[in-house]
C-alpha cells in the first residue's frame, strides 16, 4: 500500500519540479501534457486514499449513504461495457455482451445507487481483465423474480480453492506479480463486497485454475433505504413547497443524450437529475419540484407528449417550467400541451443555457475564509467557474471585516489560521446582529475530536474535509443552505 501510495504522488511531485525548473524552457512552452500527467497521477492517487477511507469507515461499523434513484438497465450496461472497453485493450481481451433480457424490456429499471453498482461492475471487469490475456470476458445481465443479477466470466488464470478463501478480504493478492505490474492496493473486492451487502445483495465467484473466472453481483431490483421508513411532514403539503431553483431534471431514454444534457448542465453550475423513463420522471418531478425539466418526446412506452400532459395537469407540478427537446417539430403542440420552451436536437447548447437561467435562481455571494494561498485560489477558481460571486480572507478578522461591509450568503471557513481561528470567528460572528443567521460551511484538514465537534455544534451547517474534498459535492453543499435571489444576468454571472 505505501508503495501504491508513493507512486503517484512522486510523479505529481517529479512533475512538478519539472514545471517549475528555469531551465525547462520547452517543456514550460507546452505544459498541457505534463499537467495532463499530473492531473492523472492524482486522480490515481485520490482513487487509492478513498479506497482507503472507504474501508475504514465500513469496518468501523460506519452507516454507507445510498443515493437511491430509478435507472434503466439496459442503458445502464451498455454505459459500463463503454468504460470497460479500454481496460480490454491492454491485455488483447475480448468484451462480449450478454444484454438480452435487458434489452427485451424484462429487466426495464431498477432501483439502486447507481454509482454504486457501477463501482462494482467496473472494480469486477478490471479484475477479470489484469488476469486475462488475450482472451474473452463475458458481461451478463439476468432477472431473477425480484432480483438482478449482473455476471463478469474470464477465460484467464483462474484460482484454487485456497486463494478463494481470502479473495474479499482487505489487501488480499492473488498474484503479487501481476499486482505489481498493474497496480492496486488489493481493496476492490473487500469494497464491492461490503457495498452489495449494504444494498441488501451479495457477490459469489466460481473459479477453477486455468479455466477462468465468474463473479456474480446479485441485487434487490428496488433497493429499500432506512430513509424510506422515515415519516413524512404532513403539516406542509407538497405542493406549497418552493421549487429547487438550482435543480434541472432531465427526462431522455437515450444515455448518450442525457450524459450530454448532465455534463452541459453541471458545467453551468445546475444540480441534475436523471430520468430514462416517463413514468420515472413525473416521479421525481413530484419528489423533486426542480427549477425546471427538460422533456424528451420520441421515448417508449410513454412519449413526451403524455409525459407533459400528466405534470401539467397535476397540481404539485403544474406551475414547473418544461422545455421540449426533441428531433420531431412540432412546437405548436408542444406550446398548446403548456410546454415553456421547445427545441430541437441537435441541440444549441447556449440557447438552452439561456432558457434554463430565466427559470433557476442565481447563485448569491459566499466568502472564503482560508490562511492557506493554494487552497484558497483552488476554492474561489472552483466557485467562479461555477458562476458564483465569491470573496476572500485569509484570517478570522479580515473575515470579520468583509462580513461588516457585504453580508455573504454562505462562509465557507478553514478552523487553522493564525491571528483568529475559525473558532474564534465562529464565536464572534455569532455575538453580532445578524451573523447567528448566516450559514457556515467548516472546509479543514483538521481531524475534530469531541471538544472540536461540540464546540461546533449548532454553529455550523456541515464540515467537510479537504482531503476528499470534491467540488461538484461542495457546490452541493452550499446550494443547501444558499437563500434564494434573483437570476443575474448572464454578463453579471461570466464576471461574478
Given at each position: 500500500?505505501?508503495?501504491?501510495?508513493?507512486?503517484?504522488?512522486?510523479?505529481?511531485?517529479?512533475?512538478?519540479?519539472?514545471?517549475?525548473?528555469?531551465?525547462?524552457?520547452?517543456?514550460?512552452?507546452?505544459?498541457?501534457?505534463?499537467?495532463?500527467?499530473?492531473?492523472?497521477?492524482?486522480?490515481?492517487?485520490?482513487?487509492?486514499?478513498?479506497?482507503?477511507?472507504?474501508?475504514?469507515?465500513?469496518?468501523?461499523?460506519?452507516?454507507?449513504?445510498?443515493?437511491?434513484?430509478?435507472?434503466?438497465?439496459?442503458?445502464?450496461?451498455?454505459?459500463?461495457?463503454?468504460?470497460?472497453?479500454?481496460?480490454?485493450?491492454?491485455?488483447?481481451?475480448?468484451?462480449?455482451?450478454?444484454?438480452?433480457?435487458?434489452?427485451?424490456?424484462?429487466?426495464?429499471?431498477?432501483?439502486?445507487?447507481?454509482?454504486?453498482?457501477?463501482?462494482?461492475?467496473?472494480?469486477?471487469?478490471?479484475?477479470?481483465?489484469?488476469?486475462?490475456?488475450?482472451?474473452?470476458?463475458?458481461?451478463?445481465?439476468?432477472?431473477?423474480?425480484?432480483?438482478?443479477?449482473?455476471?463478469?466470466?474470464?477465460?484467464?488464470?483462474?484460482?484454487?480453492?485456497?486463494?478463494?478463501?481470502?479473495?474479499?478480504?482487505?489487501?488480499?493478492?492473488?498474484?503479487?506479480?501481476?499486482?505489481?505490474?498493474?497496480?492496486?492496493?488489493?481493496?476492490?473486492?473487500?469494497?464491492?463486497?461490503?457495498?452489495?451487502?449494504?444494498?441488501?445483495?451479495?457477490?459469489?465467484?466460481?473459479?477453477?485454475?486455468?479455466?477462468?473466472?465468474?463473479?456474480?453481483?446479485?441485487?434487490?431490483?428496488?433497493?429499500?433505504?432506512?430513509?424510506?421508513?422515515?415519516?413524512?411532514?404532513?403539516?406542509?403539503?407538497?405542493?406549497?413547497?418552493?421549487?429547487?431553483?438550482?435543480?434541472?431534471?432531465?427526462?431522455?431514454?437515450?444515455?448518450?443524450?442525457?450524459?450530454?444534457?448532465?455534463?452541459?448542465?453541471?458545467?453551468?453550475?445546475?444540480?441534475?437529475?436523471?430520468?430514462?423513463?416517463?413514468?420515472?420522471?413525473?416521479?421525481?418531478?413530484?419528489?423533486?419540484?426542480?427549477?425546471?425539466?427538460?422533456?424528451?418526446?420520441?421515448?417508449?412506452?410513454?412519449?413526451?407528449?403524455?409525459?407533459?400532459?400528466?405534470?401539467?395537469?397535476?397540481?404539485?407540478?403544474?406551475?414547473?417550467?418544461?422545455?421540449?427537446?426533441?428531433?420531431a417539430e412540432d412546437?405548436?403542440?408542444?406550446?398548446a400541451l403548456g410546454?415553456?420552451?421547445?427545441?430541437?436536437?441537435?441541440?444549441?447548447?447556449?440557447?438552452?443555457?439561456?432558457?434554463?437561467?430565466?427559470?433557476?435562481?442565481?447563485?448569491?455571494?459566499?466568502?472564503?475564509?482560508?490562511?492557506?494561498?493554494?487552497?484558497?485560489?483552488?476554492?474561489?477558481?472552483?466557485?467562479?467557474?461555477?458562476?458564483?460571486?465569491?470573496?476572500?480572507?485569509?484570517?478570522?478578522?479580515?473575515?470579520?471585516?468583509?462580513?461588516?461591509?457585504?453580508?455573504?450568503?454562505?462562509?465557507?471557513?478553514?478552523?487553522?489560521?493564525?491571528?483568529?481561528?475559525?473558532?474564534?470567528?465562529?464565536?464572534?460572528?455569532?455575538?453580532?446582529?445578524?451573523?447567528?443567521?448566516?450559514?457556515?460551511?467548516?472546509?479543514?484538514a483538521k481531524d475534530?475530536?469531541?471538544?472540536?465537534?461540540?464546540?461546533?455544534?449548532?454553529?455550523?451547517?456541515?464540515?467537510?474535509?479537504?482531503?476528499?474534498?470534491?467540488?461538484?459535492?461542495?457546490?452541493?453543499?452550499?446550494?443547501?443552505?444558499?437563500?434564494?435571489?434573483?437570476?443575474?444576468?448572464?454578463?453579471?454571472?461570466?464576471?461574478?
Amino acid at each position: 500500500v505505501s508503495h501504491e501510495l508513493r507512486t503517484p504522488l512522486s510523479a505529481v511531485k517529479g512533475f512538478t519540479e519539472l514545471l517549475l525548473n528555469p531551465k525547462a524552457t520547452k517543456l514550460r512552452e507546452n505544459p498541457i501534457p505534463t499537467l495532463q500527467k499530473i492531473h492523472a497521477a492524482s486522480e490515481y492517487l485520490l482513487t487509492l486514499i478513498n479506497d482507503l477511507l472507504d474501508v475504514a469507515r465500513i469496518t468501523a461499523g460506519e452507516q454507507i449513504h445510498l443515493n437511491l434513484k430509478e435507472f434503466d438497465v439496459h442503458g445502464f450496461c451498455q454505459a459500463i461495457a463503454e468504460m470497460a472497453q479500454p481496460l480490454m485493450k491492454k491485455n488483447n481481451n475480448q468484451l462480449v455482451c450478454d444484454f438480452a433480457e435487458a434489452s427485451s424490456g424484462e429487466i426495464g429499471v431498477m432501483r439502486a445507487d447507481e454509482t454504486r453498482v457501477r463501482q462494482i461492475l467496473l472494480n469486477l471487469l478490471s479484475n477479470a481483465a489484469k488476469f486475462t490475456e488475450n482472451g474473452r470476458v463475458t458481461f451478463r445481465v439476468r432477472r431473477q423474480e425480484d432480483w438482478v443479477e449482473f455476471s463478469v466470466a474470464d477465460t484467464g488464470t483462474g484460482m484454487t480453492p485456497e486463494q478463494m478463501q481470502g479473495l474479499f478480504k482487505p489487501f488480499y493478492r492473488v498474484d503479487n506479480s501481476t499486482t505489481r505490474k498493474q497496480g492496486g492496493t488489493g481493496l476492490g473486492l473487500s469494497i464491492s463486497k461490503l457495498l452489495a451487502e449494504r444494498m441488501g445483495g451479495t457477490i459469489v465467484v466460481q473459479s477453477e485454475p486455468g479455466a477462468g473466472s465468474e463473479f456474480t453481483l446479485r441485487l434487490p431490483r428496488r433497493v429499500a433505504d432506512a430513509a424510506e421508513l422515515a415519516p413524512v411532514d404532513a403539516a406542509r403539503p407538497l405542493a406549497d413547497a418552493p421549487r429547487n431553483r438550482h435543480t434541472i431534471l432531465v427526462i431522455d431514454d437515450d444515455p448518450l443524450s442525457r450524459d450530454m444534457i448532465q455534463a452541459f448542465l453541471q458545467r453551468e453550475g445546475f444540480t441534475v437529475h436523471l430520468a430514462a423513463t416517463g413514468e420515472e420522471g413525473i416521479r421525481l418531478a413530484r419528489e423533486l419540484r426542480p427549477a425546471a425539466v427538460t422533456l424528451d418526446v420520441m421515448m417508449p412506452n410513454m412519449d413526451g407528449w403524455a409525459v407533459l400532459a400528466a405534470l401539467k395537469s397535476d397540481r404539485i407540478t403544474h406551475d414547473i417550467p418544461v422545455i421540449m427537446l426533441t428531433v420531431a417539430e412540432d412546437r405548436q403542440r408542444g406550446y398548446a400541451l403548456g410546454a415553456s420552451d421547445y427545441l430541437t436536437k441537435p441541440i444549441d447548447w447556449n440557447r438552452l443555457g439561456e432558457i434554463l437561467r430565466r427559470y433557476a435562481e442565481a447563485p448569491a455571494k459566499i466568502l472564503v475564509v482560508e490562511d492557506d494561498p493554494a487552497q484558497r485560489e483552488h476554492l474561489v477558481q472552483s466557485l467562479r467557474l461555477a458562476g458564483w460571486q465569491v470573496h476572500e480572507a485569509a484570517d478570522g478578522r479580515e473575515a470579520l471585516q468583509r462580513v461588516e461591509a457585504e453580508r455573504p450568503a454562505v462562509i465557507l471557513l478553514d478552523l487553522l489560521m493564525p491571528n483568529m481561528n475559525g473558532f474564534e470567528f465562529l464565536e464572534e460572528l455569532r455575538r453580532r446582529p445578524g451573523g447567528e443567521q448566516i450559514p457556515v460551511i467548516v472546509v479543514t484538514a483538521k481531524d475534530l475530536d469531541d471538544n472540536d465537534r461540540a464546540r461546533l455544534r449548532g454553529w455550523v451547517a456541515d464540515v467537510l474535509a479537504k482531503q476528499s474534498l470534491d467540488p461538484q459535492d461542495l457546490l452541493n453543499f452550499i446550494r443547501r443552505h444558499v437563500p434564494l435571489t434573483p437570476a443575474p444576468s448572464r454578463t453579471e454571472t461570466e464576471h461574478g
